[in-house]
């Protein structure tokens, strides 16, 4: 079909044979021209793709038919206010917000306590603080302040050839905005079975094709999260 028409720039040039000459004269491929589709790489070469050869932008499908739904999150932010006069040492604040949550029948951690013990002292204001639920009464993180109004989850559709990062606000459903791309697993196939095949037959094959997909996905999380100047620790799905 001709579509693959590349110009060799540094490389072997192996004769052209009637068909694939035709095709390339079709073209206006000069000399140098030859039909990816039939050269056999032998050693490493340089080639440059003319623009009828390159494939047209993909476009990505973002949307989809949205319906009616009942907001129920897997995570949800309880307030607390502070006493009036509140322990200004963060291990004495700790204990305190601790005696809360046990109060509320909340669940924390210690771990989850130190944490927030931790970056205490740099808050500068004691005055209250938000715990952030996962399920019903296990406390995932302690946050200064009142940061109910900012809940943020990943909507993430991880197809063979394309992604699509949806960024949802907790509190109301609604769609904040999203980023789309490439799966970069294609440099490992075009389609599944490919990939299987590759990791299956070198397992080294098996912890890149894990490696490219959890940096690709990292890195449009990054970019959309930039785009409305959010800081990932307010996603908490």
């Known amino acids: 079909c001709g579509t693959c028409a590349v110009e060799i720039v540094r490389g072997p040039r192996p004769p052209l044979d009637d068909d694939e000459r035709s095709v390339l004269a079709r073209r206006k491929m000069g000399v140098s021209g030859r039909l990816a589709c039939r ?12 623009a009828a050869s390159r494939p047209s932008p993909m476009p990505i499908l973002t949307r989809g038919v949205e319906r009616r739904f009942v907001l129920d999150p897997l995570v949800r932010k309880i307030r607390f206010s502070l006493p009036k006069f509140p322990p200004s040492l963060p291990s004495v604040l700790g204990k305190t917000v601790r ?3 046990s109060r ?17 002292d740099s808050t ?19 946050e200064a302040g009142d940061t109910t ?3 943020f989850g990943l909507a993430i559709d991880l197809g063979t050839t394309t ?11 609604r769609t904040v905005g999203h980023e789309a791309g490439i799966n970069p697993q294609v440099s490992f196939g075009a389609d599944v079975v490919s990939r299987i095949s590759a990791a299956y037959a070198d397992p080294a094959q098996a912890a890149a094709l894990r490696t490219t997909i959890l940096e690709g996905l990292n890195g449009m999380i990054l970019r959309v999260l930039g785009k ?3 800081s990932r620790d307010l996603v908490y799905e």
């Open 39 to 50: 050269y056999v790489i032998t050693e490493d070469l340089s080639v440059r793709v003319p």
């Open 99 to 101: 005696g809360m949550l």
């Open 104 to 120: 509320s029948r909340l669940r924390l951690s210690a771990d989850v306590l130190a944490e927030f013990e931790r970056r205490a």
């Open 124 to 142: 500068g204001s004691n005055s209250e603080f938000t715990a952030v639920l996962r399920g019903n009464a296990d406390v995932m993180v302690v």
């Open 149 to 151: 109004a900012h809940s």
């Open 163 to 173: 992604i699509v990062v949806e960024l949802v606000d907790l509190n109301s459903g």
């Open 228 to 230: 409305h100047h959010l």
